[in-house]
């Protein structure tokens, strides 16, 4: 298998701020790569080394073997969807769609025919007379898109393109994307800070913490198997034991991480010996469960109580419990 | 009970004329708008129309006097040979002062609204109008004495040992002279300086609102950084290149004060509209050579509007 984008040990450091510290990546050809993280942790960075908007301070960025040092971004066949979309507010959607065929010196009448296709890919056929201020936030995004894979790039980077869309719309481009991508057998580059869409869309999943990739893996082993207490807590908000505590209960000494929905609860005195007393802190109403804050031995813990179960009140006593297979052990280390 | 906030008593004559005001909106406008709108109207384009109206009268050419009778003789006038070469060298020297001062403004105002940040923005913004803020008759004089035969600049270029080509600048026909200070190169230098901050500001206003994300796209889209300026940033920043060259066409077609201290004898609309309406009474002429860079601005603006200059604002 071909890879489509290497980092090697790469850094980039602004100052004393270690944006990006000694990643190593390997994103696979075709492969829909998810760069997940809390702001700040350098995934976008990481996107930005890409697409040669920065230049690492260390190490090396390969494109399909070709090391990227000192290539700058016009001459990367790497297109980017822009967090803020980036149209040219001064070209119509469909010269904005034709802007890169147009500097590759296509003919005019040419240009014009492949950006009418890239937006009949996107959804938006005939749009292309119109200026971007006349389009919707979603509609937008469906520009972006298409002025980028007009190009025909081989990497495509997307830089929270969903971050600005309501609810509804988010999920139905996520939808789209990932049908997209697999018609099109581009790589795709993501990056988000939203669990929920790196887990839907990628293959893998690279989990980024302050500069530094955490985990990288299929969706399903950073949700069940995370590695490290920070991916447990940031993927799905886990409830992560502390090794002191997991020692205490089943004589290992290693942080644990329990999945919300994993966590039973019930009121004092129906659950067996092994149940934990706990104290409810609050209540929220979430759709199809309820989601009850508590605390125990003084860790706050989460748990998922579904549709038409009892509620605890708040300040309730609790016994929790959960089964010995949906306990994760994490590396002690870690 | 439940009104009790509403009735709160209400002392005090501000508060019964601002609660008066809040609640009829079309009333403050309209005496928000009432004094500028009067200022303009009467004071302002009065006194232009009244100008403008005086063009279509014609002076008597025995008796010196204004003929009140609607006529298009003085404006036959313009066209005469030595009245229309004033209107194409005043017009060529703005051109030419617009020209360079975007071209010199354009970098300034880059670097200023892309890199400058915090105390360098500061000295940027103290640089460009630090000029404006002392007189521009004594700013004219320092540049007469820089430009002067005995100036500074002189005795630069004879202690570089480059006289000779000063020498061979000054010897070229219209542009040159007797030295810098009575040339029209010497003219253009010092409307260059005094008028260069009315470009800077629109331009670098007009760039601090492009995102640097669109330099970015540009590039990502395979445009090198001088094709991302010809279709992207150029495109952009023009409304702020186009008011800034209103501003400076308009500030030289109009001025009568450079030419006659820094320059050559021969002159231009400004000083002809000075010379007519004080010295000659001709003020129908003075009128009519008046209304000269009115339409020409008017000519250029609706010129930038069908080009699209306008199109990204």
């Known amino acids: 298998m071909t890879s489509a984008v290497r980092f090697t040990g790469a850094s980039r450091h602004f100052g004393s701020v270690r944006a990006v510290d000694e990643v190593d990546i390997d994103i696979a ?8 993280g809390p702001s700040g942790s350098g995934k976008t960075t990481c996107l930005r080394l890409i697409a040669g908007f920065e230049q690492p301070t260390s190490g090396d960025i390969s494109i399909f073997g070709q090391s990227a040092q000192g290539v700058p971004p016009y001459r990367r066949q790497v297109n980017t969807v822009f967090q803020d979309y980036a149209l040219f507010p001064h070209l119509n959607v469909l010269d904005n769609v034709a802007y890169g065929l147009m500097i590759a010196g296509m003919p005019k009448a040419e240009r014009h025919r492949a950006a009418e296709e890239a937006l009949e890919l996107v959804a938006l056929p005939g749009y292309g007379k119109r200026k971007p201020s006349e389009l919707s936030g979603g509609q937008r995004q469906r520009v972006a898109l298409a002025r980028a894979l007009v190009n025909k790039p ?81 993927v799905g908000s886990s409830n992560v034991l502390p090794p002191a505590r997991t020692e205490q209960r089943i004589g290992k000494r290693c942080p644990a991480a329990r999945r919300p929905e994993a966590v039973k609860i019930g009121a004092v005195g129906t659950v067996g010996s092994e149940g934990h007393a706990a104290v409810v802190r609050a209540t929220s109403f979430i759709g199809a469960a309820t989601r009850v804050s508590v605390t125990m031995d003084g ?17 309730d006593q609790v016994h929790l419990s959960w089964d010995a297979d949906d306990l994760h052990l994490m590396e002690p280390g870690a | ?13 501000l508060t019964r004329v601002s609660d008066t005001l809040w609640r009829k909106p079309r009333l403050t406008i309209l005496l928000l708008l009432a004094p500028p709108a009067l200022w303009l109207g009467i004071i302002y384009l009065g006194s232009l129309f009244a100008l403008l109206a005086q063009s279509f009268f014609a002076i008597d050419e025995f008796s010196g006097m204004i003929v009140y009778e609607f006529t298009l003789k003085t404006y036959g006038e313009l066209f005469t040979p030595a009245n229309f070469d004033i209107i194409i060298r005043t ?15 354009f970098p300034i105002a880059y670097y200023a609204a892309r890199y400058a940040k915090g105390k360098w923005k500061a ?63 010497g003219t253009f230098l010092v409307f260059l300086y005094v008028w260069l901050p009315f470009m800077v500001l629109p331009i670098q206003a007009s760039l601090e609102r492009v995102p640097t994300s669109m330099l970015e796209a540009s590039g990502d889209l395979g445009a090198q ?43 231009f609309i400004g000083q002809a509209v000075y010379a007519y309406q004080g010295t000659a009474g001709n003020i129908p002429l003075a009128a009519a050579f008046a209304v000269v860079p009115i339409l020409i601005m008017g000519l250029y603006l609706w010129v930038a509007k069908r080009k699209g200059a306008f199109d990204a604002l």
């Not at chain 2, 009970?1 to 004559?13: E, H, K, L």
């Not at chain 2, 017009?91 to 403004?105: E, H």
């Open chain 2, 91 to 105: 017009v060529v020297m703005a051109a030419a002062v617009t020209v360079a001062a975007a071209i010199i403004s």
């Open chain 1, 299 to 315: 860790t706050a813990m989460i748990a998922l109580v579904p549709k038409g179960q009892a509620l605890p009140a708040i300040g």
């Open chain 1, 29 to 36: 050809e075709g492969e829909f790569f998810a760069m997940l």
């Open chain 1, 154 to 234: 081989k990497v495509l980077l997307l830089d929270e393109p969903l971050g600005a869309l309501d609810l509804k719309l988010r999920e139905q481009m996520q939808e789209e994307l990932k049908v997209l991508q697999r018609k099109l057998g581009i790589t795709f580059v993501f990056v988000t800070h939203d669990q929920g869409e790196a887990l839907s869309m990628a293959d893998r999943v690279a989990v980024f913490n302050e500069g530094k990739i955490v985990q990288v893996g299929k969706p399903e082993d950073i949700y069940y198997r995370p590695e490290v207490p920070f991916v447990a807590d940031f």
């Open chain 2, 225 to 267: 950084p001088s094709q991302s300026f010809r279709y992207v940033l150029l495109p952009l920043a023009l409304p702020g290149v186009i008011a800034g060259s209103i501003f400076t066409f308009s500030l030289t077609l109009g001025d009568y004060i450079i030419p006659q201290i820094v320059g050559s004898s021969r002159r």
């Open chain 2, 1 to 13: 009970m439940s009104d009790a906030i509403a009735d709160r008593p209400q002392n005090g004559v």
């Open chain 2, 123 to 185: 000295i940027f913004y103290l640089g460009v109008m630090l000029p404006l803020w002392s007189s521009y008759l004594v700013k004219v004089y320092s540049w007469k004495l820089i430009l002067a035969k005995e100036g500074i600049l002189n005795w630069l270029f004879e202690t570089l040992h480059l006289s000779w080509l000063l020498e061979a600048y000054l010897s070229i026909p219209v542009i040159g002279g007797n030295s810098l200070s009575v040339s029209w190169t």
